[in-house]
């Protein structure tokens, strides 16, 4: 997956490829890069060219709060698809609507919701796996699931949408 990543203004290209069994290759800037990575509680835990970073994560790709060690930042993470979606290329939702978004690339394992099913605020819609670890995806408001746009078994995109939600009129 291809991602502009942007911190204080300097916008570098990323691209990311996660083998079937873990194994993740990164290029910057067309340069292919010595990583790898482990997702951790709360972020990342990265090797980069034989130095280690421990990376805390939080947010919005839009706008993904970094923090390692003493050094914080916040950076603009966003895949091709949601550079072209952000550029009006792509759709966008109507007032009432929110959405859950995979955090990054991985396979859907469950879904644990259906269209029309009433939700409460944090309950559980789906689970993806990325980086060999499951993440439950929780509602994030109390409301009706208006859309399920994957199914189990699925490969998704880091940013792309999962499912749709409406709130109660």
């Known amino acids: 997956m291809k991602y502009r990543v942007t911190i204080d203004g300097e916008a570098r ?5 996660v083998a079937p069994d ?7 800037d067309g340069k292919a890069q010595d990583v790898d990575v482990v997702r951790v509680p709360g972020g990342l835990s990265l090797r980069i060219d ?14 993904m709060q970094l923090a390692a060690g003493e050094a914080r930042a916040i950076a603009e993470i966003l895949s091709d698809r949601m550079r072209a979606r952000k550029s009006g290329s792509g759709g966008s939702l109507g007032s009432g609507a929110t959405e859950i978004r995979a955090p990054m690339p991985g396979r859907v394992v469950k879904v644990l919701v259906s269209k029309g099913q009433s939700v409460e605020l944090d309950d559980p819609a789906v689970v993806i796996e990325a980086m060999k670890m499951e993440n439950e995806l929780r509602a994030p408001l109390a409301g009706v699931v208006a859309e399920v746009l994957v199914s189990e078994g699925a490969t998704v995109d880091g940013g792309a949408v999962l499912i749709r939600f409406e709130k109660p009129a």
């Open 13 to 17: 290209d990323v691209d990311v490829v």
């Open 50 to 63: 034989g130095r280690m970073f421990d990376v805390a994560t939080g947010g919005k790709p839009e706008a």
């Open 22 to 28: 873990g194994r993740v290759s990164v290029s910057l």
